[in-house]
């Protein structure tokens, strides 16, 4: 049977989803039955038999075949084999009930995973996984089930406050950014070449300090005013470095630096970044 658990509730997502095919996905139907089982155990054991209610289906449709033979035996009256005849037809089960509650169980787990991953996403202005930037979670779910194996006989979802793991164990993060995170991230990818390594980008950055952001956000401009950034991981992180190497009287010269060095430079932004902090 699909199952949630809670093993810790702290804040709103914390559980996992998972589900098995070969998990009994029909016990609802004996709890349901139970009137109806009692019933017919009471009629079997008039006679002084010693039936004993059925614990899963395979006992049930043994009882359902006692039910419908008890017309031989004679102990039994007329009006015993009809309710006999009647409650058989109240607990009858076919032998293909298990797999149809499955399918049923999976179709509607399914539906519930789609919802809860749409409600998941829509709580955080950024979603990306490692390796891929601002993802469609729901259509990372339906490549999944149109995989050539789909979601396979048993998966599992994992959701937890600020990230979710897919059953392929595929880790997906939400992250709700400060403003000054926004305008770091965003001078930083302005001409925006490698959206692979946004992730990597919003990693570093994510923990700093609001006046850090900011330094590098300023950096980050001025550079990209008289060069072209290639919003790569490590051309962030040279710039995030400097940003926390140069003191703050020295800020502006560094700038500067930058700026009059960008005139004849011939080589890389990370090459000229570390020029202008050696001449600072």
Known sequence: MATITSPVEV????????????DDHSSWRIESLQPELAKAINLLNKAGGDEILPTDLDGIRK????????????????????????ISDEIYT???VESFDASDSYDFIIEDLKERIANWQSSYYWVYSQ??????????????????????ERF???????????????????????????????ALTIHDWLDSEFPLIIELLLNEEIDLLQKVERLANELSSVRELS???????????ACKQVPDHLFESLLETITSLSDNWSSSNLDLIEAALELI
């Open 156 to 186: 599992k979802f994992k959701f937890q406050e600020k990230e979710i793991e897919f059953s392929d164990g595929t880790t997906y993060f939400g992250v709700n950014p400060s403003k000054e995170l926004i305008s770091a991230f965003e």
């Open 94 to 96: 076919p032998e293909d």
């Open 231 to 241: 919003s790569t991981h490590s051309e962030a992180n040279m710039m995030l470095r």
């Open 63 to 86: 009882l359902y075949h006692k039910l419908r033979s008890i017309y031989k035996d004679h102990n039994f009256s007329d009006q015993d084999v009809r309710s006999a005849l009647i």
């Open 131 to 152: 390796d891929k930037w601002d993802v469609d979670l729901i259509k990372e779910f339906s490549a999944l089930q149109e995989a050539r194996n789909g979601l396979g």
């Open 11 to 22: 804040g709103l997502f914390d559980y996992t989803i998972d589900f098995d095919w070969y």
